[in-house]
Nanobody, 113 residues
Framework: VQLQASGGGFVQPGGSLRLSCVAS????????MGWYRQAPGKQREFVAV???????NYADSVKGRFTVSRDNAKNTVYLQMNSLKPEDTAVYYC????????WGQGTQVTVSS
């Protein structure tokens, strides 16, 4: 299984970005896909997850601002990030869980004026 993330970049506070992550390889019909992030000097933290059945869950810090969605036919998970804050600056990693945990390479998101 391989995960390829894209969509990171530089944005001013209050702006928006959309991350995408495509999974390839032996993908189960039943899995969870989502996002973690790691800011400089901090541990990796959970951001959001979407199950193949359609349920979603979010970290409290991003609720109401971020939306996770997925296209099961394309094995793709998205993260729409609105009202971005400087504290959202981090490397964002996509994640797939099906028996084992798989990680993408990370994409940098920088929020700064």
């Amino acid at each position: 299984v391989q995960l390829q993330a894209s969509g990171g970049g530089f944005v001013q506070p209050g702006g928006s970005l959309r991350l995408s992550c495509v999974a390839s390889g032996s993908i189960s019909s039943f899995n969870a896909m989502g996002w973690y992030r790691q800011a400089p000097g901090k541990q990796r933290e959970f951001v959001a997850v979407a199950s193949s059945a359609g349920s979603t869950n979010y970290a409290d810090s991003v609720k109401g601002r971020f939306t996770v969605s997925r296209d099961n036919a394309k094995n793709t998970v998205y993260l729409q990030m609105n009202s971005l804050k400087p504290e959202d600056t981090a490397v964002y990693y996509c994640w797939l869980q099906q028996n084992l945990n798989y990680w993408g390479q990370g994409t940098q998101v920088t929020v700064s004026s």
